[in-house]
C-alpha cells in the first residue's frame, strides 16, 4: 500500500536515532523509588504488575484447590470441617474467576495490545493505572475480610436465598458482593482502554483486516465485559448486598422479590464470563502457532467473524446453568439450541488452526506444548458442554462431578494452557531473558498429566452421583478410588506449578538475555528490543501486511515528525488507520493511586453502612480533581 | 538498518476537538456501560411488575405526574446549554463555553430541585416493598450519576474561569456533553417505565 503522505524512497532522511531515544525517555520514563512506584502509567509497568499480582492470586487459588483435594481424598475425612470447606471452595471459585483470570487476561493485554498494534501506551494511561489499583484493592479487601473471619461461603456465585439476609450471617458475603464491584470496575478500565486503543491508536496502515488476532480478540472481549459486567454488579450490589444491608426486596419472595432473577442477573454476566476469559486465550493460541509454524494462520476472516458469533451468542446461553429451576421448557429449549451453535462457531477456529498446523512448519517449543495441551483438553471440555447442553442430560448430571470436570476441562485446558503457552511465548519480551524451554516444557507435561489424572476421574464421580460441594461422603458409595487419583492429580500439578515458577525465576536470574526476536515472529511487538522501551517504539512503524515483520525489509516505513518533548501519540482511522491528528497523553501521576483508594475507603465502609458510600463519591471526586486538574504550562499548551 | 521511507506527520494537526478524539470514542463506550446497567433495571421492572397482579402493591400511594413532567423541560433545555458549551469548546471561545455550562448547571440544578420535592411525595421507600426497592434504585442510580455529572460541570467552569483551557480541557468540554446527553436521554425511558409504567401496563 503506498501512503499518500509517505515519502517515496528516496535520498534516505538523516536523524540521529540516539538523540530521539534520550529525548524519549526523558518523556516517558515513570518516576524512580518507592513513591514514584505510585506514579507509573506505562503500559508495560501496570500490565507487568497485573499479570504478577493475578498470579500471586493463582497461587493461592491454587493451595485452596488443594486444600479441597486433601479433605476429599479419603471418605469421611476430618481434615477441613463442613463449615471450611464452604469457605474454601468459595474463595477457590471467587479467587481463580475475578482476582485471577479475569484480570490476568486484562494484564497480559495492557502490556501487549499497544506493542502489537504499534503504538506507545493504551488511549487512557491514568485510567489504566486506576483500574489496576482498584483490582488489588479488591483483592485486598477480599482477603482482609476473610483473614478476619468473614470469609464467604455461598459460593462463586452467591445464590439467594442461601446468600441472603436470613442464611448467611456476618460480613463474608457482604465482602464477596462489594469484591465483585472492585474487580468489575477494573475490568470495565481495561475494556474501554483496550477498544479505544484498538480503534483510533493503530499503526498506520493497520487497517481493520490487518490487526493481529490476538487484538482482535481482545477488542472482541472488551465489548463483552462493556456489555456483561454491568448486569453482575446489579446481582451483587444492587441485589444482594442491598438486600443484605438496607433491607431492599430484591431477592425476598415475602415482598415480591425473586431468588431466581437473581440468577438470572447473574448468569447473564456469568455466561459471558467464561467467554471473556477464553477469547484472550483464543488469540494466544493464533500469535504462538503463527511464529511456530512460520505460516499466516489459516481462515483470518472465519476466525475473527467465530469470534464475533462467538460475542454474540455468549450473551444468548445464560439459561443453561438454570435448567434446574424449573423454567419454561419452550424458553429452556431455545438456550439448549444456542448451546449447541458455539460448538459451531469455536469448532470453525480449531479447524483453522489444525489447517495451519498441517499445512505450517511446527517448531515444538515449550509455548507450542501448551497449545496442543490446549487443543486436547479444550475439545474434550466442548465435548461434555455439547452434552450438558441438552436439558435431560443436564438434569441428571446438574450439581455433579461432570460438571465441575466439565467446565474445569473448558477453563484449565481453554484459558489457563493458552496462558502458560502465552507466558513462554513473550516471556523473553516482557523480561528481556530466554525462558528455560527444558523445565518449560518438563511443566508442561507434569501440568497436562496432573490435569488428566485430577479431573478426568471426575466425569466418571459425576456420573455416579456425587455432587459438587459435599465436603465429604460415605466410604460405602465407592467414590474413594475416584477421589484418591483425582487428589494424587492435583499433587502432581501442584508439582507442575513448582517446576513453572522456579522455571520462570531461574531463567529471569539467567544471562542469556532476549534478542528482539527469538522467535522469529511477525507482530510488531518483536521489532522493538527485549524488554521494549517506556515508549515502545522510537518511531511508530507504518504497516503494509497483516505480518509486518515478515515483509521485505526495505519497504519498511516509519513515522517521523512526532514531538519528543511530551508523550505524543497518533491518532488513525477506524477502518484504514489513514493518520489523523497528534494526541498528548498524560504524564505519570500520584492521583489515580489516590482517587482508588478513596473510592476503596468508601466501599469498604458500604458493607458496615450506606453512608460509607458517600465518603467513598467524596474522597473519589476528591482524588479525580486532582486527577484531571491542568498543571501549566504542558497540560495546557496546544 | 535505518528505513529510508518515512512517513512525516509533523504536519497534522497537534489535537482535535471532534467526535474522532479518543477521550470521545471512551466516554461514548462509559456511557454505553451505564446504558447497560440501566438496561438491566428495566428488565428487572418488567420481570417484577408481570410476576404480580397489582401493581404498585396496596397500599402504595401512585406515583404523580405532574412534578415528574414538568421537570423534564429544565432537564431538557439544559442539553442545550451542554451544546452551547461543546459550540464554544471547538471554536475557543471561552464566554460561550461559560455561558453554555452554567446554563447547563443550573437547569440541571432545577431539574434536580423539583426531583427531591417530588420524592417528599412518595410514602414508600426501598425497604417497603418490591416497587419501592426497584423504583428507588433507579431513581438513586439517575440521581447519583446526575450530580457526578455535575460535579464535573463545575469543575471545567473553574477550569475555563481560570483561563486554563488549553486544547486538553476544552475537549474535556466537549466529552462532558455526552455524558449529559446520554443522562438526559437516558432519562426519557425511565420517565415512561417508572410514571407512566403502573399506568399503562395496568393492574390485570
Keep these: 500500500m503506498t501512503h499518500p503522505l509517505v515519502t517515496p524512497a528516496g535520498p534516505p532522511r538523516v536523524w540521529d536515532e540516539q538523540q530521539d531515544r534520550e529525548a524519549l525517555a526523558r518523556t516517558w520514563h515513570d518516576p524512580e523509588g518507592f513513591l514514584g512506584w505510585f506514579y507509573a502509567t506505562t503500559h508495560q509497568a501496570i500490565g507487568k504488575r497485573y499479570i504478577l499480582t493475578a498470579f500471586l492470586f493463582l497461587l493461592a487459588g491454587g493451595v485452596e484447590a488443594l486444600l479441597m483435594r486433601i479433605q476429599l481424598a479419603r471418605p469421611e475425612n476430618h481434615f477441613l470441617g463442613p463449615d471450611r470447606y464452604n469457605q474454601i471452595f468459595t474463595m477457590h471459585g471467587t479467587t481463580m474467576m475475578f482476582l485471577f483470570a479475569v484480570p490476568v487476561m486484562e494484564g497480559m493485554a495492557v502490556y501487549l495490545v499497544p506493542l502489537m498494534l504499534g503504538t506507545r501506551n493504551v488511549a487512557f494511561p491514568r485510567l489504566n493505572a486506576f483500574g489496576y489499583w482498584m483490582y488489588v484493592m479488591g483483592g485486598i479487601f477480599l482477603y482482609a475480610n476473610a483473614a478476619t473471619g468473614a470469609m464467604p461461603d455461598a459460593g462463586w456465585f452467591a445464590y439467594t436465598p442461601l446468600s441472603g439476609p436470613q442464611y448467611s450471617f456476618g460480613k463474608g458475603v457482604d465482602a464477596w458482593a462489594q469484591m465483585i464491584t472492585f474487580t468489575e470496575i477494573s475490568a470495565l478500565c481495561v475494556a474501554v482502554e483496550i477498544a479505544v486503543t484498538t480503534f483510533r491508536l493503530r499503526a498506520p496502515g493497520m487497517s481493520l483486516n490487518r490487526i493481529p488476532l490476538y487484538c482482535w480478540s481482545m477488542l472482541i472481549q472488551s465489548f463483552m465485559v462493556i456489555f456483561a459486567m454491568p448486569a453482575v454488579m446489579v446481582a451483587s450490589t444492587v441485589m444482594l448486598l442491598n438486600d443484605r444491608t438496607i433491607g431492599t426486596h430484591f431477592v425476598n419472595p415475602a415482598e415480591g422479590g425473586d431468588p431466581i432473577l437473581y440468577q438470572h442477573v447473574f448468569w447473564f454476566f456469568g455466561h459471558p464470563e467464561v467467554y471473556i476469559i477464553f477469547l484472550p486465550a483464543l488469540g494466544f493460541i493464533s500469535a504462538i502457532v503463527e511464529a511456530n509454524t512460520k505460516r499466516e494462520v489459516f481462515g483470518y476472516p472465519a476466525l475473527v467473524l467465530s469470534q464475533v458469533a462467538t460475542g454474540f451468542i455468549a450473551f444468548g446461553l445464560w439459561v443453561h446453568h438454570m435448567f434446574a429451576t424449573g423454567l419454561p421448557q419452550i424458553g429452556e429449549a431455545y438456550f439448549t439450541a444456542a448451546s449447541m451453535m458455539i460448538a459451531v462457531t469455536t469448532g470453525i477456529q480449531i479447524f483453522c488452526w489444525l489447517a495451519t498446523l498441517w499445512s505450517g512448519k511446527v517448531r515444538m517449543t515449550a509455548a507450542m506444548h501448551f497449545v496442543f495441551g490446549f487443543l486436547f483438553i479444550f475439545v474434550m471440555g466442548g465435548l461434555t458442554g455439547v452434552m450438558l447442553a441438552s436439558i435431560p442430560l443436564d438434569l441428571q448430571s446438574h450439581d455433579t462431578y461432570f460438571v465441575v470436570a466439565h467446565f474445569h476441562y473448558v477453563l484449565i485446558g481453554g484459558a489457563l494452557f493458552p496462558l502458560f503457552g502465552a507466558f513462554h511465548h513473550w516471556f523473553p519480551k516482557i523480561t528481556g531473558r530466554m525462558i528455560g524451554e527444558r523445565l518449560g516444557k518438563l511443566s508442561f507435561w507434569l501440568l497436562f498429566i496432573g490435569f488428566n489424572t485430577t479431573f478426568f476421574p471426575m466425569h466418571i464421580l459425576g456420573l455416579n452421583g456425587m455432587t459438587r460441594r459435599i465436603y465429604t461422603y460415605p466410604a460405602s458409595l465407592g467414590w474413594a478410588s475416584g477421589n484418591m487419583i483425582a487428589t494424587v492429580g492435583a499433587m502432581i500439578i501442584a508439582l507442575g506449578g513448582v517446576v513453572f515458577i522456579v522455571n520462570a525465576i531461574a531463567s529471569l536470574r539467567s544471562s542469556v538475555s532476549a534478542a528482539p526476536n527469538p522467535w522469529n515472529a511477525p507482530s510488531l511487538e518483536w521489532s522493538v528490543e527485549s524488554p521494549p522501551p517506556d515508549w515502545g517504539f522510537t518511531y511508530q512503524p507504518v504497516v503494509s501486511s497483516r505480518s509486518p515483520l515478515w515483509a521485505d525489509p526495505a519497504l519498511r516505513t516509519v513515522v517521523t515528525g512526532m514531538r519528543n518533548d511530551r508523550r505524543e501519540i497518533m491518532v488513525t482511522g477506524v477502518a484504514e488507520a489513514e493518520p489523523q491528528f497528534r494526541t498528548v497523553l498524560p504524564a505519570a501521576s500520584l492521583w489515580p493511586f489516590l482517587a482508588a483508594l478513596g473510592i476503596s475507603i468508601g466501599f469498604t465502609g458500604s458493607i458496615f453502612a450506606f453512608s460509607w458510600y458517600y465518603v467513598g463519591a467524596f474522597l473519589g471526586a476528591l482524588g479525580m480533581i486532582g486527577w484531571f486538574w491542568p498543571r501549566p504550562p504542558k497540560e495546557i499548551e496546544p | ?204
Design chain 2, 1 to 204: 538498518m535505518s528505513p529510508a521511507r518515512t512517513l512525516d506527520v509533523s504536519a497534522l494537526p497537534p489535537y482535535e476537538i471532534s467526535n474522532r478524539a479518543p477521550l470521545w470514542w471512551g466516554q461514548l463506550l462509559m456511557a454505553v456501560i451505564e446504558g447497560s446497567l440501566f438496561c438491566v433495571l428495566i428488565a428487572m421492572y418488567f420481570y417484577y411488575r408481570i410476576s404480580v397482579d397489582v401493581w404498585p402493591p396496596p397500599g402504595v400511594k401512585p406515583l404523580g405526574l405532574t412534578l415528574p413532567t414538568v421537570a423534564l423541560i429544565p432537564l431538557i433545555l439544559s442539553a442545550g446549554g451542554s451544546y452551547a458549551a461543546t459550540e464554544g469548546a471547538k471554536r475557543d471561545d471561552r464566554r460561550l463555553m461559560l455561558a453554555g455550562l452554567t446554563a447547563n448547571i443550573l437547569l440541571a440544578i432545577v431539574f434536580l430541585v423539583l426531583r427531591f420535592i417530588e420524592w417528599r411525595t412518595f410514602n414508600f421507600t426501598w425497604a417497603s416493598d418490591i416497587h419501592g426497592s426497584i423504583v428507588w434504585s433507579i431513581l438513586f442510580l439517575h440521581t447519583f450519576d446526575v450530580i457526578a455529572d455535575l460535579l464535573m460541570t463545575a469543575i471545567l467552569i473553574g477550569i475555563v474561569a481560570d483561563g486554563r483551557h488549553g486544547p486538553k480541557q476544552r475537549l474535556g468540554v466537549h466529552v462532558d456533553s455526552v455524558l449529559w446527553y446520554f443522562l438526559v436521554l437516558i432519562w426519557l425511558p425511565f420517565y415512561v417505565v417508572v410514571y407512566w409504567g403502573p399506568r399503562l401496563v395496568g393492574s390485570r
